[in-house]
């Protein structure tokens, strides 16, 4: 374990259904983000919440929608996907600071299959 | 945008063997980062460099940084059969501390016993 828990491990999921993919960390971080990975593609950032705010969507689709109620909880909410959504969705945290020198804690992901 | 790009895309080497992986990248950093992600996995942070660094060592691992020409290589000594996975370059452009970590597309590394 790595200190940041995504559940589910896998999921499949309807072009019709609503899911939600949740991501938990105890490690003090204070940034929390959600990466894509598809085959043979570079990691995509989709969001990142910083200090429990979003600062950055990477011109995400609007059927992806964050939310960080939280600085331990990071949820990923899915509805009305495509398959091409099919993915490796990882979250990962890290601390923050002008400065900083830290890496980032991934989750072991959790892999979608949109049918 | 992707920011580094690693190259090998792939590298079959024999165990004991050294393992080289080069990352190149486009614009200025705070430091770059290498990760190794088995099949499947999350990533699993190895080593992070700073820009005013131009070489670190962690364990078995070396890692160079030549800002002037924008590049940065990983080395492996002694390689053995679970260092098998692919290992990526992430580099960090932000101007508040690691806000935005950019990931190039990975070299393959099989291990051969």
């Given at each position: 374990?790595?200190?940041?828990?995504?559940?589910?491990?896998?999921?499949?999921?309807?072009?019709?259904?609503?899911?939600?993919?949740?991501?938990?960390?105890?490690?003090?971080?204070?940034?929390?983000?959600?990466?894509?990975?598809?085959?043979?593609?570079p990691?995509?950032?989709?969001?990142?919440?910083?200090?429990?705010?979003?600062?950055?969507?990477?011109?995400?689709?609007?059927?992806?929608?964050?939310?960080?109620?939280?600085?331990?909880?990071?949820?990923?909410?899915?509805?009305?996907?495509?398959?091409?959504?099919?993915?490796?969705?990882?979250?990962?945290?890290?601390?923050?600071?002008?400065?900083?020198?830290?890496?980032?804690?991934?989750?072991?992901?959790?892999?979608?299959?949109?049918? | 945008s992707q920011q580094g790009e690693e190259d090998p895309q792939?590298l079959?080497?024999?165990?004991?063997?050294?393992?080289t992986m080069n990352c190149s990248y486009k614009t200025s950093i705070?430091n770059l980062q290498w990760?190794?992600?088995?099949?499947?996995?999350?990533?699993?942070?190895?080593?992070?460099i700073?820009s005013?660094?131009?070489?670190?060592?962690?364990?078995?691992?070396?890692v160079t940084l030549d800002t002037s020409k924008k590049s940065s290589s990983l080395?492996?000594?002694?390689?053995?059969?679970?260092?098998?996975?692919?290992y990526f370059c992430a580099t960090d452009e932000?101007?508040?501390?690691?806000?935005?970590?950019t990931f190039g597309t990975g070299t393959?590394?099989?291990?051969?016993?």
């Amino acid at each position: 374990e790595t200190g940041v828990t995504q559940t589910p491990r896998h999921l499949v999921m309807g072009m019709t259904n609503k899911k939600s993919l949740k991501c938990e960390q105890h490690l003090g971080h204070n940034a929390m983000y959600w990466y894509k990975q598809s085959a043979k593609k570079p990691l995509e950032l989709m969001f990142v919440y910083s200090l429990e705010e979003r600062v950055e969507n990477n011109s995400v689709p609007s059927r992806f929608s964050p939310e960080c109620p939280n600085s331990s909880h990071l949820f990923l909410h899915l509805h009305t996907l495509q398959p091409e959504d099919s993915a490796l969705y990882l979250c990962a945290s890290s601390p923050l600071g002008r400065g900083a020198n830290y890496g980032y804690t991934f989750g072991s992901g959790t892999r979608l299959t949109v049918v | 945008s992707q920011q580094g790009e690693e190259d090998p895309q792939a590298l079959s080497i024999q165990e004991g063997e050294n393992a080289t992986m080069n990352c190149s990248y486009k614009t200025s950093i705070n430091n770059l980062q290498w990760y190794r992600q088995n099949s499947g996995r999350g990533l699993v942070h190895l080593i992070l460099i700073r820009s005013n660094e131009r070489e670190k060592h962690s364990g078995r691992l070396r890692v160079t940084l030549d800002t002037s020409k924008k590049s940065s290589s990983l080395l492996i000594t002694a390689s053995r059969a679970a260092d098998t996975a692919s290992y990526f370059c992430a580099t960090d452009e932000s101007n508040f501390g690691n806000e935005k970590l950019t990931f190039g597309t990975g070299t393959r590394l099989t291990i051969i016993p």
